[in-house]
């Protein structure tokens, strides 16, 4: 067999996510989405009870979502699920 165990060590629960003061921070709800400017925007619900950061882009109607220092989401402000 090729399977082996893996020498990394795998936490239990991750640390507690934390970013920069005055930085644009969301909470995924349990459906996967997100509140920005009185709107829902879909992210996805593998980040449900995560804090994910909201970056500006070039485009005024874009953002990218990070979950970390990983950009894991990009989201149109004209494409609300409301």
């Known amino acids: 067999s090729r399977y082996q165990i893996s020498q990394r ?3 239990e629960t991750l640390p ?3 970013y920069d003061e005055g930085l644009v921070v969301r909470k ?5 989405h ?3 400017y009185g ?3 879909l992210v ?7 804090p994910v950061l ?13 979950f970390t220092h990983q950009r894991i989401a990009k989201i ?7």
């Open 9 to 11: 060590a795998y936490p």
């Open 16 to 18: 507690a996510i934390e």
């Open 28 to 32: 995924v709800q349990m459906n996967g």
């Open 34 to 36: 997100i509140c920005l």
């Open 39 to 41: 709107k829902r925007y």
């Open 44 to 50: 996805s619900n593998a980040f449900w009870g995560y």
């Open 54 to 66: 909201v970056k500006e882009t070039a485009d005024e109607y874009e953002r990218d979502i990070y």
């Open 76 to 82: 149109d402000l004209r494409r609300p699920l409301d």
